[in-house]
C-alpha cells in the first residue's frame, strides 16, 4: 500500500510527547512490511537539514481556493526502514522553533499543512491509498478528501485517524473554513462546529473512514462521559468503525541489553548489570547508597492528567516512614515541580529530583528503578510502563486505558503478573498501591523475581501493531472504495 503519514511530530525531528515516538515506529515498522509509507511534518525553525536531505526542484503550489495559491518548499530525507520524511517548509507558519506554542493560528498553521502534503501528492503524481492523520492538528485531512479534493486521484484515497488524546481537540476559529475554502455547511453541529467555532478533532471523527485509538480500554474510555470529553455522542455514532492498537515501543533504543545511556547491561538471565545502574541512578541524584532501599521511578510531564497531584498528598508520609527512593525527572505545572523541589531538600538521600528532560537519565532511571510510578487519571496508552518492564522494573499503574491493556496485576498469581494495578484514582488507592510494592519487594522475594522476569520476557515490539493497522488500512479502502461505487 502507499501510505501517506500527517502528523505534527516525528521522533527525532520534533517531538512533544509519545505521539513522535509512535508516528516514528509505526512508520518504521510499515516501511518494513513493504509498504510505501511518506510522512509529511512542518519543518520547524528547530529542525535542520544536513547532507541526507534533498529539496524537491519546483515549489509546491497550495490552492487555498481557485483565486488563491500559496507556494511553499518541500525537503525529504530517507526515514528508518525504507520511509521518506517530507518538510513543508512555510516560514510564516513553521519559522518559530516551537511545534504548537501560544498562537492563535493554529487552525490555519496546520491546515495548510495538511493542504501542502495532499497537494504535493498531487504536484508529485504520487496517490496515496490510505491518508492516515495524527491528531488534532490533522483533523482536516478527511474533511479536505470529503469535499474540496474529493474529485482529485488523491480524493480516493481511504482516511484514518489516530485519536492520541481526546483530551486535546484543537477548538479553532471558524474562519479557518473561509482560509481553506472548506465550504461553509460544515460549519454545523454534525459536522466541525463547536461554540462557534471549529473542532478540528470532531471533524476528523464524522468524516475519516476508519478510526483508531492507542489501546483498546482507551477505545472504550473515550465512549463514556467520563473521558469523552464532550465528544462521546460522536465516538458512539462511529463505534463500529473505531477500534483500539496498543502501541508498540521501539526495541532497539529500548534494550537494557544495549541501551547506550546505562553503565551496565543485563537481560532477564543475568540481571547484575541492572544492580550496577541502581547505583549509577542513586549516585546521579544524590540518592543515599542504600541498595537495599526500593527505588520508585518516574519520568513524566507534571500535569495533573498524570496523577502526580495524588502522589504529592503522600510522599511526605511515605519518605517518613518507609525504606524506600523517589527518582522523579520531568516538568509541567510550576506548584508541582515546585512542590517536588521541596520534597528533594526536606528528605535529602531519600528523593531525586531533575527538572526539565534527560534523555540518558529517563533511560538510566528505567534501568536504575525497582518500581516505575503511572498512577494516571486516563492515559490513552502510556510508554513508560512498557520501557519499565523491558528494563525489568515492575509498573504500579492506575488501572486505565493502555496501562490496563498492557500490566498484569499481582495478586495472587505471580506465575503470569507484571505489575501492580489499582482502580480508584485517589491517594488513599495509590498509597495501598505502593505499600503492597513494597510488601512485594521485602516480604515477597520469590515472587518479585518471578515478575520481573514475567515483565522483561513481555513482547512490546511494533509487529504487532503494525499488523493491527494494515488491517485497519484494508478495511478502510474497502470501505471507501464501496462509498465511490455504492457498495
Known amino acids: 500500500m502507499k501510505i501517506l503519514m500527517i502528523s505534527p511530530e516525528l521522533a527525532p525531528y520534533a517531538k512533544a510527547g509519545g505521539l513522535g515516538d509512535m508516528v516514528a515506529s509505526l512508520s518504521k515498522a510499515l516501511a518494513q512490511m513493504g ?77 495548510f499543512q495538511t493542504l501542502a502534503a495532499l497537494d504535493f501528492c498531487l504536484q508529485d503524481g504520487w496517490t496515496p491509498d490510505i491518508v492516515h492523520a495524527h491528531d488534532w492538528t490533522a483533523g482536516l485531512a478527511s474533511v479536505i478528501l470529503n469535499t474540496t479534493r474529493r474529485h482529485t486521484p488523491v480524493g480516493k484515497a481511504a482516511s484514518v485517524f489516530t485519536v492520541h488524546n481526546l483530551q486535546h481537540q484543537g477548538l479553532v476559529n471558524a474562519d479557518v473554513l473561509n482560509y481553506l475554502a472548506l465550504p461553509s455547511w460544515l460549519l454545523t453541529p454534525n459536522n466541525l462546529e463547536c461554540f462557534g467555532g471549529v473542532n478540528l478533532l470532531k471533524g476528523a471523527l464524522y468524516h475519516s473512514t476508519k478510526i483508531t485509538t492507542v ?34 515501543i521501539d526495541t532497539d533504543e529500548w534494550n ?39 527505588i520508585f521511578g518516574i519520568v513524566a510531564r507534571l500535569y495533573d492528567q498524570k496523577g502526580l497531584d495524588l502522589l504529592s498528598d ?138 520481573r522476569r514475567n515483565a522483561m520476557a513481555c513482547d512490546f515490539s511494533w509487529g504487532t501493531s503494525a499488523k493491527a493497522y494494515e488491517a485497519v488500512y484494508q478495511d478502510a479502502i474497502y470501505t471507501r472504495k464501496g462509498a465511490f461505487f455504492g457498495r
Open 314 to 451: 503522600i510522599l511526605p508520609d511515605l519518605l517518613s516512614r518507609a525504606r524506600m527512593q523517589i527518582a522523579l525527572l520531568g516538568s509541567g505545572e510550576r506548584w508541582l515541580e515546585e512542590h517536588f523541589l521541596w520534597l528533594a531538600n526536606k528528605f535529602p538521600g531519600k528523593c531525586g529530583v531533575r527538572i526539565g528532560y534527560d534523555n540518558a537519565l529517563a533511560h538510566l532511571i528505567e534501568a536504575g528503578s525497582d518500581f516505575f510510578l503511572m498512577p494516571s487519571s486516563f492515559e490513552p496508552c502510556g510508554l513508560n510502563q512498557m520501557y519499565s518492564m523491558r528494563y525489568g522494573t515492575l509498573p504500579i499503574v492506575r488501572a486505565t486505558g493502555g496501562l490496563a491493556d498492557t500490566v498484569r496485576p499481582w495478586i495472587t498469581n505471580p506465575a503470569k503478573g507484571t505489575g501492580i494495578l489499582f482502580a480508584d484514582a485517589t491517594s488513599s488507592a495509590l498509597m495501598d498501591a505502593i505499600h503492597r510494592g513494597l510488601q512485594l519487594y521485602f516480604n515477597y522475594s520469590g515472587d518479585f523475581s518471578q515478575l
Open 35 to 111: 509498504h510505501e509509507v511518506r510522512i509529511c511534518i512542518p519543518r520547524y525553525g528547530s529542525v535542520n537539514h544536513d547532507k541526507t536531505w534533498t529539496r524537491y526542484p519546483n515549489s509546491v503550489a497550495v490552492h487555498l481556493d481557485p483565486r488563491r495559491t500559496e507556494f511553499c518548499s518541500v525537503w525529504s530525507a530517507p526515514f528508518a526502514g525504507g520511509a521518506t520524511v517530507y518538510f513543508i517548509e512555510y516560514d510564516v507558519f513553521f519559522g518559530s522553533d516551537q511545534i504548537y506554542g501560544e498562537r492563535t493560528d493554529h487552525g490555519h498553521r496546520f491546515g
Open 256 to 294: 537494557p541489553a544495549s541501551d547506550k545511556y546505562i553503565p551496565a547491561h543485563y537481560t532477564a538471565d543475568d540481571l547484575s548489570g541492572k544492580a550496577q545502574c541502581k547505583t549509577a541512578l542513586q549516585q546521579a541524584l544524590g540518592l543515599e547508597q542504600d541498595y537495599g532501599a526500593p
Open 215 to 248: 489501546s483498546p480500554t482507551y477505545a472504550h474510555e473515550i465512549q463514556t462521559p467520563q473521558y469523552g470529553f464532550g465528544l462521546d455522542p460522536v465516538l458512539l455514532h462511529r463505534w463500529n468503525d473505531l477500534s483500539g492498537i496498543v502501541n508498540g
